[in-house]
């Protein structure tokens, strides 16, 4: 048997994995569910990125704590469009440039992974 500690989003997670091929499959099987949800968030802002040219991303991987920005506001280079929470910190995601908002790809309690396009702007 092998230990492993596997941190997801801030979580600890300490598995026992059994080598041989019944008991083996089990714990390596029910984790790849839970990241599983984890990664649709991510795919699906690619596929409404396109709404506006210029993306906004996230930063560090965590939740969306609050959306501060609404379709068809302007902004500016620097002001907050979406606050994530990650480790109980409050981070907020800030509008790469000037521009108006085309598209918010996230929704309040989404997780989302770093680098992932919350929104976009014109």
């Given at each position: 048997?092998?230990?492993?500690t ?9 598995v ?8 083996g499959?089990?714990p ?5 569910p839970k ?9 699906a ?5 396109n709404?506006?040219?210029i ?10 704590f ?7 506001q302007?902004?500016?280079?620097g ?6 929470e990650?480790m109980?910190?409050e981070?907020?995601v800030?509008a ?9 790809d996230?929704a ?13 702007l014109n």
């Amino acid at each position: 048997m092998k230990n492993y500690t596997i941190t997801v989003n801030g979580n600890v997670y300490d598995v026992t994995v059994e080598e041989g091929a019944g008991s083996g499959a089990a714990p390596v099987a029910k984790a790849a569910p839970k990241a599983a949800p984890k990664a649709a968030p991510a795919a699906a802002p690619k596929a409404s990125g396109n709404a506006g040219s210029i993306k906004v991303e996230a930063g560090a991987a965590g939740k969306v704590f609050k959306i501060e920005a609404n379709v068809g506001q302007a902004v500016k280079k620097g002001d907050a469009v979406v606050i994530i929470e990650a480790m109980k910190m409050e981070i907020p995601v800030v509008a790469p440039a000037d521009g108006t908002v085309a598209s918010i790809d996230v929704a309040v309690g989404d997780a989302v992974e770093a680098g992932a396009t919350l929104a976009t702007l014109n």
